[in-house]
C-alpha cells in the first residue's frame, strides 16, 4: 500500500484558530516563490558579461533562455500532479535542491555556450518550473476556501518580487566580482528557502487539525486520488481541456502575456537600457521597481478578481501594458528619469497581474481539475516567453536595435486586449 506525505499524522480536525495555519504557509511558500524568481531574471543581467568575456553570441545565451522559459512552463502541470500524488513539501524541496545544485554548476561548469544550455536552460528551467504560479494556484486551492484571491495575488507578488526585486544586490555582486556571484547568489537564497519548507511547510490543513482558510469548521476537503499516475492525470487534464474552446482563449491570451512580461523584461531590458548607455546598476534598480510596484498591482488584482469579473480585468490590464511598452523606446535615457521611473511603475503594476483573474477563470470553468489545467495555459505563457526571448536576440543581432521589439510586443498587447474582451463569446464545445 502505497502511503503519500498527505497521508501522514493528520490529527483531528479542530475548530479554527484566531490566526489561521494557511497564513503561514503562504509566508514559506512565497519564500521558495522567491528564490525560484530569482533565477529567473538574472539572464539579462550576465548576458553582457557574458558576451564580452566569453565570445558567446546573443542568438547562442537567447537559446539557453528559451529552452530555461519554455521548461519553466512545460514542467508546471506534471509537477501539480506530482504534488497531490507526492506531497508539496517534498516536491518543493527537490525542486530547490535541484537549483541548488544548478547554480553552482553554472557558475563553475560552463566551458562553452552549449554548457551554458544545459545548466542554465534546463536544469535551471526545470527547477524554476516546478515552483510557479501552479505551485502558487495548488498551495491556494489547498488552504483557502475564502480570499483565494488575494492568496493567489500574495504568492504570485512573491514570485515577481524574486524576478526583479532581487536585482540590485545582484547586480551589485556583478559589479565586485564576475557573472558567477550574481548565480551562486541566488542558489544561496534556495538554501534559505529550502530549510523555510523542510521546516514549516505542511501539506493540507487537515495535517495541522485545521480546515481551510474561511470554510466551515465542520466541513471536510475530499482529497485527491493519488493512486493515479501523475503524467496520466495530467495528460487527461489535458485532453479534456483541449476540446474546450475557452481553455485555448485562455491560453492564446496567456501566451501573449508571456511574450510581453518574461521573455521581453527578463532578458532584453537590460541589454536594451545598455545600448542608451544606461549602467547594469541603474537597469537592475528599474526592474526593481517593477518588481515592487508588482506586489501592489498583482495584490490588488486579486482582491479586484474577487469583486470585479475577471474578463474585463484581463483586458484592461492587456491594453494599459500594450500603451506603456509603446512609449518605452521614446523614454530610455543614459541613467534615472521621471519617464523612466513612471514607466517602471505602471508597467509593474500591470505586468503579472493577469494571473488572479486567469486563475479565477481557470476555477470556474474547470473546476476540481483548475490547477492542472492552469498549468497547461503556463505552458503557453512560457512558450511566448521564449519565443520572444529568442526572437529579441535575433532582432537585435541583425537590426542592431531594439526598437522593432517594443513596437511587436505592443501590438501582443492590443491582441490580448481584444481576446480578453471577446472571451465571453467562447463557449464549450460538447
Known amino acids: 500500500m502505497r502511503i503519500s506525505a498527505v497521508d501522514i499524522e493528520q490529527p483531528a480536525i479542530r475548530r479554527a484558530p484566531r490566526f489561521h495555519p494557511a497564513w503561514t504557509i503562504v509566508a514559506v511558500a512565497a519564500l521558495a516563490l522567491v528564490a525560484a524568481g530569482s533565477f529567473a531574471t538574472i539572464a539579462g543581467l550576465i548576458t553582457e558579461p557574458l558576451v ?25 502541470p506534471f509537477v501539480s500532479a506530482m504534488m497531490d500524488r507526492y506531497g508539496i513539501r517534498r516536491v518543493t524541496s527537490c525542486a530547490l535542491s535541484a537549483l541548488i545544485a544548478s547554480s553552482v554548476l553554472t557558475a563553475l561548469c560552463t566551458p562553452s555556450v552549449l554548457w551554458f544550455v544545459l545548466w542554465f536552460g534546463f536544469a535551471i528551467g526545470v527547477g524554476t518550473g516546478s515552483i510557479t504560479t501552479v505551485f502558487a494556484a495548488t498551495v491556494a486551492n489547498r488552504w483557502f476556501y475564502r480570499k483565494i484571491g488575494l492568496a493567489t495575488g500574495l504568492l504570485t507578488a512573491a514570485g515577481v518580487f ?24 541566488c542558489g544561496a537564497l534556495a538554501t534559505v528557502a529550502l530549510l523555510g519548507v523542510l521546516l514549516f511547510l505542511r501539506e493540507s490543513p487537515a ?16 482529497d485527491s486520488d493519488r493512486q ?114 513612471g514607466f517602471a511603475v505602471v508597467f509593474g503594476i500591470l505586468d503579472v497581474a493577469t494571473v488572479p483573474p486567469t486563475l479565477a477563470l481557470c476555477r470556474h470553468y474547470f473546476g476540481a481539475d483548475s490547477a492542472l489545467t492552469f ?56
Request: aromatic fraction near 8%; include cysteine.
Open 162 to 185: 524574486g524576478q526583479f526585486a532581487m536585482l540590485p544586490l545582484l547586480s551589485v555582486l556583478l559589479g565586485s566580482a564576475d557573472w558567477r556571484a550574481p548565480v551562486l547568489a
Open 207 to 222: 495535517a495541522v487539525g485545521a480546515v481551510r482558510y474561511g470554510a466551515d469548521p465542520d466541513s471536510t476537503t475530499a
Open 52 to 76: 564580452e568575456t566569453k565570445g558567446w553570441s546573443r542568438t547562442g545565451i537567447g537559446v539557453a533562455v528559451a529552452v530555461n522559459m519554455v521548461l519553466y512552463g512545460v514542467v508546471g
Open 228 to 341: 493515479v499516475n501523475p503524467f496520466a492525470r495530467t495528460v487527461a487534464a489535458l485532453l479534456a481541456a483541449v476540446r474546450d474552446t475557452r481553455f485555448w482563449a485562455l491560453a492564446s491570451m496567456f501566451a501573449l502575456c508571456g511574450a510581453t512580461t518574461n521573455g521581453l523584461m527578463w532578458s532584453h531590458f537590460t541589454p536594451a537600457a545598455h545600448d542608451h548607455g544606461m549602467a547594469a546598476t541603474t537597469a537592475s534598480g528599474l526592474l526593481a521597481i517593477i518588481g515592487v510596484a508588482n506586489i501592489l498591482g498583482t495584490v490588488s488584482a486579486g482582491w479586484l478578481t474577487d469583486r470585479i469579473e475577471p474578463r474585463l480585468l484581463l483586458a484592461v490590464f492587456f491594453l494599459g501594458r500594450g500603451v506603456s511598452l509603446a512609449l518605452l523606446p521614446i523614454l530610455f535615457t543614459r541613467g534615472w528619469s521621471p519617464d523612466l521611473v
Open 375 to 430: 498549468g497547461w495555459i503556463s505552458v503557453f505563457h512560457q512558450l511566448g516567453a521564449g519565443a520572444m526571448a529568442l526572437t529579441g536576440g535575433l532582432i537585435r543581432d541583425l537590426n542592431g536595435s531594439y526598437t522593432p521589439l517594443w513596437v511587436t510586443a505592443a501590438l501582443a498587447c492590443l491582441t490580448g486586449a481584444a481576446l480578453g474582451a471577446a472571451s465571453s463569446r467562447f463557449r464549450q464545445v460538447s
